[in-house]
C-alpha cells in the first residue's frame, strides 16, 4: 500500500463518524470537514506564519492576542470533534453554529454588522444550517440572526432594524432549505434504488455466473435457476450464440421463446424493436462483458431495459461464455423524467413570484409609490439583485430538467455575432465593472456578417463563459472573441486572468451540479449547471467545447461550431 493510500484511509477514518443513520453521517463528516479546515487555519496562524516570516527575513512580531485566538480555535475545534464523535450529531453543530454567530459578534462594530459591510456574514450560518442540521434549520438560525442583530442595534442604540435584510434572511433560508430538502430526498431515493436494485441484480448475476461455470453440463438444474428468476437471463457461448434463456427474457423482449432460443448476439443487437443509439452499448455488454462492470440501459420498443452482465468460467478458470440479465427498467426511468418534470413545475411556480419581488422592489427603487431615501434604494437593489440571481439559477433548473428531457431543441436562423457581442457587453459589462475588470470583445472579419444558428442559445453560452470567467477572476480583464478558425467552423473564445483550474479538474467541470473543490469556488453561489448547459447546449449544435487553464493564471475555453453562412 502506497504512503499516499495510507494517507487517504487515515483521513477518512477522521472524517467518518459510524451512525446508523445515513443522514446523520453525512451531517457528521461536512462538520469534521469544516472543523479541520478552522484547526488547519489555527495551525497556520500559530507555526506556520512566523516560520516563512523568518524564511523571507521579514521581521515579525506577534502579540499575545494571536497566540491566545489560534490555540482557542484548536481546543475549540478538538472540542468539537471530540463532541462530534461521541454525543448526537445535532450537538456538536448547533454548538458549532452558536460559536460562529459568537464570532461574527465580534469581528466588526456594531453599525457595520447590523447595516454594513459585514452584515453579509450572517448568511453563513443560515446556509450552514440546512446542511448540519436538519433542513428546517435555516429558518430557525435566520430567525436567531434577525434577533441578534436586533439586540446589538438595541445596545449600541443604532436606529431599528431594517426588515430588508430580515426578509433576505429569510428567503435564504428558504433556498437553502430546498436545497437541502432536495439533496435529502434525492440521496434517499438513490439509496433505496441502490439497495433494491443494484444488489439484487448483482447478486443474481455473479450467483448466475458462478453457478454456471460449475453446473454448465447439468442442463436440468440451470433450467430450474432461470426460470426460477423474474429477470430476463440469456447464456451465450464463445461464439455468441444462446445456449440458455429463460420465459421471463421471451415475455419481456417480445420475442416468441423457439426464435430467441436460437438467436445470437449479433440477432439481437440488430433487432429493429432496439433503438439505434442502443446498439453500441448493447454489444458491448455482450461481446466485451469483461469491460462493463456495472449495469446499463438500452431502449428497447418502448421499454427502458437495465442489463448487467458477466463472464462464465469453467472448473479450469477458462472463460467459456457471457451470461446477461435484462430488468424492465421502465418504470424507474419513467420517475426519472417524472422528477426532471417536476423540477421543471416547481422552477417555474418559483420564478412567477420571484418576478413579482423583482417588479415591487424595481418600483419601490424609482420611487413609484413615494420618495425614497438612499438607504431605501440601496436595499432596494440589493433586493432586485438577489431575485435577479435566483430568477438566473431557476432558469438553469428548467433548461437542465429540459435537456434531461430530450425536450430542448435548437433553432436554425439568421445570426449576426457583431449583435452577440455587443448584446453581450449591455448585460455583463456592469458586473465586470463591480469588480474592476475590463471586459474586451473582438471580432474576426473573415467570419460572414450573418451565419445560421439559434441565437439566443449562442448568446447563452456566450454569457454562461463570460459570468464564469468573471466569478472566478479578481483582477486583470476577459476577453472574448469570435473567429472563423477554418473554412467550415467558427469559434467563441473567452480568455480570463483568473485562479485558473487544476488539470485533475479540469474533466469534472462539465459535470452536472458540480464545482472546482477549493475555496475560491465556494465564495461564489450556483447550482454549478452554467457550464454543464453551456456543453449540452454546444453537443446538441454538433460542437465541441475545449479547456485550456494554467492555475493561478487563468483560464481559456474555446466553443467549435460547424458554420452555416445564412442567405
Known amino acids: 500500500m502506497t504512503l499516499s493510500n495510507k494517507f487517504s484511509i487515515l483521513v477518512n477514518r477522521f472524517l467518518d463518524v459510524p451512525s446508523i443513520d445515513p443522514d446523520d453521517s453525512r451531517r457528521r463528516k461536512i462538520l469534521n470537514v469544516i472543523l479541520a479546515f478552522v484547526g488547519i ?127 433576505v434572511f429569510f428567503m435564504i433560508a428558504a433556498v437553502s432549505w430546498l436545497s437541502s430538502r432536495s439533496l435529502e430526498q434525492t440521496l434517499k431515493e438513490l439509496r433505496e434504488i441502490n439497495k433494491n436494485l443494484d444488489g439484487l441484480v448483482e447478486q443474481k448475476t455473479n450467483d448466475l455466473a458462478l453457478s454456471l461455470s460449475r453446473e454448465l453440463v447439468l442442463a436440468g438444474r440451470n433450467r430450474t435457476i432461470l426460470e426460477s428468476i423474474a429477470d430476463g437471463v440469456v447464456v451465450f457461448d464463445i461464439y455468441g450464440k444462446a445456449i440458455q434463456i429463460n420465459a421471463a427474457l421471451s415475455t419481456l423482449l417480445g420475442i416468441p421463446y423457439n426464435d430467441l432460443a436460437e438467436t445470437t448476439i449479433n440477432d439481437l443487437t440488430r433487432s429493429k424493436s432496439l433503438n439505434p443509439k442502443s446498439q453500441g452499448i448493447l454489444m458491448g455488454l455482450l461481446a466485451s462483458p469483461e469491460k462493463h462492470l456495472s449495469s446499463h440501459r438500452i431502449e428497447w420498443d418502448k421499454k427502458t431495459l437495465s442489463i448487467s452482465s458477466a463472464q462464465v468460467f469453467d472448473d479450469l478458470n477458462a472463460a467459456v461464455g457471457t451470461v446477461a440479465v435484462f430488468r424492465d427498467f421502465t418504470r424507474e426511468a419513467d420517475v426519472e423524467k417524472m422528477k426532471s418534470t417536476f423540477v421543471a413545475m416547481i ?10 419581488i423583482l417588479g415591487y422592489a424595481e418600483m419601490f ?29 431557476l432558469n438553469d433548473l428548467l433548461d437542465q430538467a429540459q435537456i434531461e428531457a430530450g425536450k430542448l431543441a435548437v433553432k436554425s436562423e439568421a445570426v449576426h455575432p457583431k449583435e452577440l457581442l455587443e448584446n453581450l457587453h449591455g448585460t455583463m459589462d456592469k458586473i465586470a465593472s463591480d469588480k474592476n475588470l475590463a471586459l474586451i470583445s473582438t471580432l474576426d472579419p473573415s467570419l460572414p456578417e450573418t451565419i445560421k444558428g439559434d441565437n439566443s442559445r449562442l ?12 466569478k472566478f ?36 467541470i462539465f459535470e452536472t451540479f458540480r464545482q472546482v473543490d477549493g475555496t475560491i469556488t465556494r465564495q461564489h453561489g450556483g447550482f454549478g449547471l452554467g457550464l454543464s448547459i453551456v456543453k449540452q447546449l454546444v453537443e446538441l449544435m454538433s460542437g465541441e467545447i475545449k479547456v485550456k487553464s494554467v492555475v493561478g493564471s487563468g483560464s481559456t475555453f474555446t466553443v467549435i461550431l460547424p458554420l452555416e453562412i445564412s442567405k
Request: aromatic content about 8%.
Open 41 to 167: 487555519a489555527a495551525l497556520f496562524l500559530l507555526v506556520i506564519s512566523p516560520i516563512l516570516s523568518i524564511i523571507r527575513g521579514i521581521s515579525f512580531s506577534v502579540d499575545a492576542g494571536i497566540y491566545i485566538t489560534a490555540i482557542s480555535l484548536l481546543t475549540g475545534t478538538v472540542v468539537l470533534i471530540f463532541i462530534n464523535r461521541t454525543l448526537p450529531g445535532w450537538v456538536a453543530s448547533t454548538l458549532f453554529l452558536i460559536l460562529l454567530m459568537v464570532v461574527f459578534y465580534f469581528s466588526d462594530t456594531p453599525e457595520q454588522l447590523v447595516d454594513g459591510r459585514s452584515l453579509f456574514v450572517f448568511t453563513i450560518p443560515i446556509i450552514m444550517a440546512s446542511m448540519l442540521l436538519r433542513s428546517t434549520a435555516s429558518f430557525l438560525i435566520a430567525a436567531l440572526v434577525s434577533v441578534e442583530l436586533y439586540i446589538i442595534s438595541a445596545y449600541a442604540q443604532l436606529p431599528p432594524l431594517n426588515f430588508v435584510p430580515v426578509t
Open 347 to 356: 422552477s417555474h411556480e418559483l420564478r412567477t413570484p420571484l418576478n413579482g
Open 473 to 508: 477572476t479578481d483582477n486583470g480583464s476577459i476577453k472574448t472573441n469570435i473567429s472563423r478558425p477554418n473554412l467550415k467552423e467558427w469559434s467563441i473564445e473567452v480568455t480570463d486572468t483568473g485562479s485558473g483550474i487544476p488539470e485533475n479538474e479540469i474533466q469534472h
Open 459 to 470: 448568446q447563452q453560452i456566450l454569457i454562461n463563459l463570460v459570468n464564469n470567467a468573471i
Open 365 to 393: 427603487k424609482e420611487a413609484v409609490y413615494g420618495p425614497v431615501n438612499e438607504k431605501q434604494a440601496n436595499m432596494s437593489e440589493r433586493i432586485m439583485k438577489n431575485a435577479q440571481r435566483l430568477i438566473g439559477l
